[in-house]
């Protein structure tokens, strides 16, 4: 896995069953642009919808995210690496 790397977006979405407001992470190919993306998966976009945005990369320590994406404006946060972690393992 050392050494792979993707894009991935941040997006505060709805919980249908709980329904409380949680951040969920979306790697997807670096061949894709952020914005495409973050429509596909969250439809309309609302402000502060897209919390954090960058590139991510799988190394044997656990996934790393940083970076910005330049068509949303929006940066990584230190707090992705830690959701990337919870989400794909360390």
Not at 59 to 78: A, F, I, Q, W
Request: include cysteine; proline fraction near 3%.
């Amino acid at each position: 896995m050392d050494g792979r790397e993707a894009k991935y977006i941040v997006i505060r979405e709805r919980n249908d069953v709980t329904g409380f407001r949680e951040e969920n992470i979306y790697p997807f190919s670096s061949h894709i642009i952020h914005k495409n993306m973050a429509v596909k998966i969250g439809g309309e976009l609302g402000p502060n919808r897209v919390l954090g945005a960058g590139f991510i990369r799988f190394t044997e320590k656990g996934p790393v995210c940083y970076g910005r994406s330049v068509s949303l404006n929006v940066s990584s946060r230190e707090e992705d690496s830690l959701l990337a972690k919870i989400a794909f393992g360390d």
